[in-house]
T-cell receptor, first 114, second 114 residues
């Protein structure tokens, strides 16, 4: 079955630690995205990548980093510089980074800072 | 700049009643519009999308939406609510510059009463 996988489903982090969230897709999509979801705030774009080895900052990139070394993988690192990282993180992909292509979403990772 | 406003953060209907979830958009270019559904602790699933082919768009699970340019609206409807429709619904508009970015509304939580 084609789709997007995110791991882990739940992640607990101590303050001051970096953590990496995994996102893998086998849909052969060129574009991938990371969103952060907080209650009552909808989805906010962190980073996106339209092609391998290239990515751009979204609206709330501070305290986060990404890489896109392979087409199917787009890991997100939440660094210690992110002031309030507790949130639900969603990865998505689309066939191409164009306006009319819908995005397909993974099941999400819930990050809690202890 | 593109933006989306979803009127009503919570909507409650009785089982069998009409579902109406409101979405208004702002876009400097002809928009592509999307409705997604999210069940608790899951990713988003596409319900339907508008890409200018037809103003009345039919989606999955009996939902449909009508694009009204004069009202800058894209409201989601379903004639008869089921208990399984209880979820959070997000309206989204394509972002600027044909990057594939989506701008999401704040979401509307639909409650279905027996």
């Amino acid at each position: 079955d084609g789709g997007i996988t995110q791991s882990p489903k739940y992640l607990f982090r101590k303050e001051g630690q970096n953590v990496t969230l995994s996102c893998e897709q086998n849909l052969n999509h060129d574009a991938m995205y990371w969103y952060r979801q907080d209650p009552g705030q909808g989805l906010r774009l962190i980073y996106y990548s339209q092609i391998v080895n290239d990515f751009q900052k979204g609206d709330i990139a501070e305290g986060y980093s990404v890489s896109r070394e392979k087409k199917e993988s787009f890991p997100l690192t939440v660094t210690s510089a992110q002031k309030n990282p507790t949130a639900f993180y969603l990865c998505a992909s689309s066939l191409a980074g164009t306006a009319y292509n819908e995005q397909f979403f993974g099941p999400g990772t819930r990050l809690t800072v202890l | 700049a593109q933006s989306v406003t979803q009127l009503g953060s919570h909507v409650s209907v009785s089982e069998g009643a009409l579902v109406l979830l409101r979405c208004n958009y702002s876009s400097s270019v002809p928009p592509y519009l999307f409705w997604y559904v999210q069940y608790p602790n899951q990713g988003l699933q596409l319900l339907l999308k508008y890409t200018s082919a037809a103003t009345l768009v039919k989606g999955i699970n009996g939902f449909e939406a009508e694009f009204k340019k004069s009202e800058t609206s894209f409201h989601l409807t379903k004639p008869s609510a089921h208990m399984s429709d209880a979820a959070e619904y997000f309206c989204a508009v394509s972002g600027p510059s044909n990057t594939g970015k989506l701008i999401f509304g704040q979401g509307t939580t639909l409650q279905v009463k027996p």
